[in-house]
């Protein structure tokens, strides 16, 4: 079955280091992927998709990498802040379809 | 701008009681709707999902049943609620089918007691 994995273990990483996010998954081929932030008792908010055709995506200090080959997904914040502790969701789409799969997200922690 | 509004934000039900929560967006038409359930720790579970009025797809066998009776309503119900029906609630938008970048309510938190 189709799977996704995200580290469920928290990251915890100093302020303005780069925090780096993996999503891992298997038995799919997605055609979109996609990271949401998901703040406690909140609902997740959309951040990037890149599509299956791109290496890279960037969005402010934001960047995902998409390897298909390694069905692989890097989420890298750059200079963090504490604001950008959250969790970070995983989803993949494929083309033409409604039946997002979400990972169960990472936490991220940012000490100032 | 687009918004959506979920509400109530919390309940607190007995089992075996009835369930209605209810989404509705603004600013824009056709769009469509999902509810997910969020165990703690868990992924988004996709529940229904909705491509227009009176079009209701179910994801997972359950005691819940989905309504669109308005191109921006959707009704999350139950006629006997069990425990294992707590959770987070959240109901989504989306726009583009296969893109499907979804836009997120504030969610329910459901507790049965």
């Known amino acids: 079955s189709q799977k996704i994995e995200q580290n469920s273990e928290a990251l915890n990483i100093q302020e303005g280091k780069t925090a780096t996010l993996t999503c891992n998954y298997t038995?799919?081929?997605?055609?979109?992927l996609q990271w949401y932030r998901q703040d406690p008792g909140r609902g997740p908010v959309f951040l990037l998709l890149?599509?299956?055709?791109?290496k890279e995506k960037r969005k402010e200090r934001l960047k995902v990498t998409f390897d298909t080959t390694l069905k692989q997904s890097l989420f890298h914040i750059t200079a963090s802040q504490p604001a950008d502790s959250a969790t970070y969701l995983c989803?993949?789409?494929?083309?033409?379809?409604?039946?997002?799969?979400f990972g169960a997200g990472t936490r991220l922690f940012v000490k100032a | 701008s687009q918004t959506i509004h979920q509400w109530p934000a919390t309940l607190v039900q007995p089992v075996g009681s009835p369930l209605s929560l209810e989404c509705t967006v603004e600013?824009?038409?056709?769009?469509?709707l999902y509810w997910y359930r969020q165990a703690a720790g868990r992924g988004l579970q996709l529940l229904f999902y909705?491509?227009?009025?009176?079009?209701i797809s179910s994801e997972v066998p359950q005691n819940l049943s989905a309504s669109r009776p308005q191109d921006r309503q959707f009704i999350l119900s139950s006629k006997k609620l069990l425990l294992s029906d707590s959770g987070f609630y959240l109901c989504?938008?989306?726009?583009?089918?296969?893109?499907?970048?979804?836009?997120f309510g504030p969610g329910t938190r459901l507790t049965v007691l």
């Open positions: 989803a993949l789409d494929k083309t033409g379809g409604f039946k997002t799969i």
């Open positions: 909705s491509v227009g009025i009176g079009q």
């Open positions: 989504a938008w989306s726009v583009f089918r296969g893109r499907n970048e979804q836009f």
């Open positions: 038995n799919y081929s997605p055609a979109y």
């Open positions: 890149i599509r299956e055709n791109e």
């Open positions: 600013g824009t038409s056709n769009p469509n």
